[in-house]
């Protein structure tokens, strides 16, 4: 898969009322037409069922895409690596993730959420994604590897220059300078975290670096060149994801001020509504695979070496799956989605992800239960990840009524 393909693929997606409500086109393609071939792009799946087979057979639809599309040297661990070497790194890997090792950096994060809305609590109006959804989960990750939060601008510098190479040059994707630039960009992490590392190996820490450089399992360790790897999926996944979580979310909450009054007045919602948002909104849209052979999805022949768009959130707001999906209900307790994805490819730091989610929801919500989109803006959402770069928002204070 090219830079380009995927980026027309995208594209696809790219309509920004498609972005800001995709939920009625998923709907189409789920009636008319769940797996739809498009030319220089692949195959959409868009029905639960179809998108569940696809994430749950990677001997057929393989995760290690072209590797290098992002200008790595070597496949993303664990998200480029497929099965058996996959099953190793995930046995090294879920224990540091595990929801017991996340739920105790509670507070540590829960200080940074208030640090962030000490900020501006007192204002009137803010640009949520550029004081609040951009930099705190990129100050989770700071804090997790030990690092000083004035690092902040230098590691969001290096996420938006290998995911948005296009909009820092000017020049469209696959255009030399664009390519150049994201080249120099993914050399800078590398050394980034090769530093980073050096340091750690001198003075052991009680943090992520500290614990990869630690970890074994029967025997087997983390190579440098495997803790690098990991290092640069989480800076460019851990770090998007949550902002456009975060996003997607504030975006919807601020519009339904009813379901925003029912996690104020009781906490006890909020964990089901981070998942009733994750299935609704379903931040990542889309996972792509490629055919290992040919094969075929839901009677729709596939060509070996053919990429394949797994919806993601089509499949969410499939009937089939959920009752009523185009709700977003507080008392849904059974809550099966593919907002992290599926299959052996889970998402590796989702439990990280629902702790910064229920602690921004739950502290945000205590301190500034009402504000809303500022009026005569419409929010534009990435294609892809749903982020924007931009959300005036207005607060509301009690003092004001």
Known sequence: MTQESAASGLNLLAAPELTRHPQPTYKILRDS???????????????????????????????????????????????????????????????????????ALEASIATLVNQLIDGFVDRDEIDFAKEFSVPFPTQVFLTMLGLPLDETPSLLAMKDGIIRPHEITGKPLGHPDTDA???????????????????RKRLRRDDLLSWFLEAEIDG????????????????IAGLDTVSASLD?????????????RGIADDESNIPFLVEELLRYETPVMAVAREATQDTELGGCPIHAGEQVLALLGAANNDEKNTDEPEV??????????????????RCLGSHLARVELRTA??????????????PGVELDFTPGVRAVSTFPMLLHHESAH
């Open 248 to 260: 997607c979310f504030f975006s919807y909450l601020a519009q339904h001020p009813d379901v925003r």
């Open 220 to 235: 087997d360790r983390l190579s440098d060149e495997n803790i690098l790897d990991i290092c640069f999926l989480f800076l």
């Open 33 to 103: 037409s769940p797996v739809m071939r498009v030319d220089g792009i692949g195959v959409l799946v868009s029905t639960w069922e179809l998108v569940d087979e696809v994430l749950h057979k990677p001997q057929l639809f393989s995760s290690a895409l072209t590797s290098g599309v992002l200008k790595n040297e070597r496949p993303l661990i664990p998200l480029q690596v497929d099965p058996p070497a996959h099953g190793k790194f995930r046995k090294i890997l879920d224990p540091l993730f595990a929801p017991k090792r996340m739920t």
């Open 328 to 345: 977003v209900r507080l008392d849904r307790r059974v809550n099966r989605h593919l907002g992290f994805g599926g299959g052996v490819h």
């Open 361 to 374: 929801l739950r502290l945000w919500h205590h301190r500034l239960p009402d504000y809303s989109i500022k």
């Open 181 to 199: 630039y994201q080249t120099a960009t993914a050399q800078s992490i590398y050394g980034y975290f090769t530093s980073t590392m050096q340091e």
